[in-house]
């Protein structure tokens, strides 16, 4: 067979064109942006939460007197064990020592008074017997003497209430204990239930934690948490939920749980940091998706995520920006309520340099 000059011709630019058009693919999927993408897919497991909370002993308490006065004794400070019947406090015991010795004295005067109104009483019951009282005479005589009966078993009960009183001025230790906190300064003026000592009574600890609303149904008493404190970064601890709140906590919504630690230590403190993680069943929780935090983007519009739409090229895509709601933070990420299903595939990376309707190359 043979060609004429034009005909080769025509064929080696045809030829040129072709290998051209292909280099230009090339070159354009390789200046295409690359991103890293996530399937979404169905959680079939539990969903762990982890929630915030405080250590304290098991046996704490807020020591204040019933009494409103001045400090005249304060020796203990934080840190001191305390032996139990020991003294925490006493406020000036002077005002009550009055009140007493008036409170007997009355009481002193109340019973002279009774012997002499029973004494008329029995003499007039004599007189009025040979008739030589009448008969308003014997029944003024008993009434007096029954007034002064009443008298003194008021001021018994007087005495008995200032000497009450005058033992309400001193604090005293009800067990054997250690001083949490002192919140009073000596010769201060204090209110009655004014706090003026916080003490731990047992070296068992617990963890209080606040519940938010949806969970709180799925916690029960036995369930079981790890424990972990910030100033003890390297020690788990288990515990077991003792308590679960009805209401919520200060008008709040969240709800009281009280966790208590197994396996103690000496190095827990009242008062430290706590993340307590709780794992629930996905029949008790919301089956919501979890994405990282960084795939979920914020601006003037609201939240999105991009999600790459595949095309006829391989490793080719698009990105769609979908408007998406979200649920709580937890320890595998952000919780997705609406916006994305099953099989959509999220950009996890790259998310900083891409836009709606860009095309990208994905990550192998």
Known sequence: MFFNKQTVLIIILSSFLLSGCGQEDVQEQQKLRRVKVLEVKANTQGQVRSFSGLAKGQMEANLSFKLAGTISSLPVKVGDKLKKGQL?????PLQFELQAQQSHAT???ATASMRNASATYERLKGLYENNNASQNELDAARASSEFS?????????GLELAQLN???????????????EVDVENHENVGSGQTIAKVSCSRAMDVEIGVPARFV??????????????????????GIVTEVGVSSSSGGASFPVNVALKNQQALIRSGMSADVRLSFDLQSVTKNFVLPTFSVIENDKGRFVYLLEKTEKENVGIIKQVPVSIGELTSNGLEI??????????VIAGVSVIRDGLNVRTEQ
């Open 217 to 238: 149904g799925s916690v029960a008493k036995g369930m079981e948490a790890e424990v972990t404190f910030n100033a003890l970064p390297e020690k788990q601890f288990i």
């Open 107 to 109: 009481l002193a005067q």
């Open 149 to 157: 009966y009443a008298q003194v078993k008021a001021a018994r009960k």
């Open 337 to 346: 309520i609406t916006g994305i299903k099953v099989g959509d595939q999220v």
């Open 166 to 180: 005058l033992s309400h001025t001193y604090l005293k230790a009800s067990s054997n204990c250690d001083v949490a």
């Open 88 to 92: 925490i406090s006493q406020i000036d």
